[in-house]
C-alpha cells in the first residue's frame, strides 16, 4: 500500500498571510527587515512552515 499523504514544508505569501492573519505586505517588510527568510520557487515567494513559526513567535515576544 502507497501512502499519498502530501506534507507541506512551504506555502506561498498568501497562504502565509492567511495562517497568521497577517496581510502581504507586512511579510514583504519582515524579509526587508531580515526578521523573516523566504524563497522564491517557480517564480513565486515561498515560506518555510518552521520560518514562519519563529518569526511569529518572535513577535509575541516584542
Do not use: C, H, N, P
Request: proline letters at 0%.
Amino acid at each position: 500500500m502507497s501512502d499519498t499523504t502530501t506534507v507541506r514544508k512551504a506555502v506561498s505569501r498568501q497562504t502565509a498571510a492567511e495562517m497568521y492573519d497577517v496581510s502581504e505586505q507586512t511579510l514583504r517588510r519582515a524579509e526587508a527587515a531580515g526578521t523573516l527568510r523566504g524563497k522564491t520557487i517557480g517564480g513565486r515567494r515561498r515560506y518555510r512552515l518552521e520560518d514562519l513559526e519563529a518569526w511569529f513567535e518572535s513577535l509575541e515576544d516584542a
